[in-house]
T-cell receptor
Framework: DGGITQSPKYLFRKEGQNVTLSCEQNLNHDAMYWYRQDPGQGLRLIYYSQIVNDFQKGDIAEGYSVSREKKESFPLTVTSAQKNPTAFYLC?????????????FGPGTRLTVL | AQKVTQAQTEISVVEKEDVTLDCVYETRDTTYYLFWYKQPPSGELVFLIRRNSFDEQNEISGRYSWNFQKSTSSFNFTITASQVVDSAVYFCALSDWSGYNFNKFYFGSGTKLNVKP
């Protein structure tokens, strides 16, 4: 079955720690995205990548970093510089880079800072 | 600037009632795309429909229907004979070509639908 997997489902972090969220897709999509969702709010774009070895900042990139070494994988690192990291993180992918391509989402990772 | 507004934060209905979720968008582009996604309690966003700006035909899929009106910049979603399984947060989103060279989505803040038995 084609789809997007994210791990772990739940993640707990102590203040000052970096943590990495995994996102893998087997849809052969070129473009991948990371979003952050806070309670009662819409999705905000953190980073996106249109092609392997290339990625760009989204609307709220501060305190986050990504890599895109393989087409299938787009991990997100939440660094200690992110002041309020507790949120629900969603990874998505789309076949094309242009407007109008539907984005497919993974099941999400819920990050809690202790 | 692009914007999607879902003014209804939360709606509660009793099973078998019809319910309409409102979505109003803003864009200066003549070519754009509108989407609806469902987010059940499990958290994953599920794609429901995509509409391009040149196709104003209403669409029906089972109990779901969508009313796209460019004159009022609205793309409303109706669930007929709602069921408990329809309980979720529903997001409306816009994608267009202005200012970005990638598939940027503008999401509304979502409408939480509670369907009670």
């Amino acid at each position: 079955d084609g789809g997007i997997t994210q791990s772990p489902k739940y993640l707990f972090r102590k203040e000052g720690q970096n943590v990495t969220l995994s996102c893998e897709q087997n849809l052969n999509h070129d473009a991948m995205y990371w979003y952050r969702q806070d309670p009662g709010q819409g999705l905000r774009l953190i980073y996106y990548s249109q092609i392997v070895n290339d990625f760009q900042k989204g609307d709220i990139a501060e305190g986050y970093s990504v890599s895109r070494e393989k087409k299938e994988s787009f991990p997100l690192t939440v660094t200690s510089a992110q002041k309020n990291p507790t949120a629900f993180y969603l990874c998505a992918s789309s076949m094309g880079q242009g407007a109008g391509n539907e984005q497919f989402f993974g099941p999400g990772t819920r990050l809690t800072v202790l | 600037a692009q914007k999607v507004t879902q003014a209804q934060t939360e709606i509660s209905v009793v099973e078998k009632e019809d319910v309409t979720l409102d979505c109003v968008y803003e864009t200066r582009d003549t070519t754009y795309y509108l989407f609806w996604y469902k987010q059940p309690p499990s958290g994953e966003l599920v794609f429901l429909i995509r509409r391009n700006s040149f196709d104003e035909q209403n669409e029906i899929s089972g109990r779901y229907s969508w009313n796209f009106q460019k004159s009022t910049s609205s793309f409303n979603f109706t669930i007929t004979a709602s069921q408990v399984v329809d309980s979720a947060v529903y997001f409306c989103a816009l994608s267009d070509w202005s200012g970005y060279n990638f598939n940027k989505f503008y999401f509304g803040s979502g409408t939480k639908l509670n369907v009670k038995p």
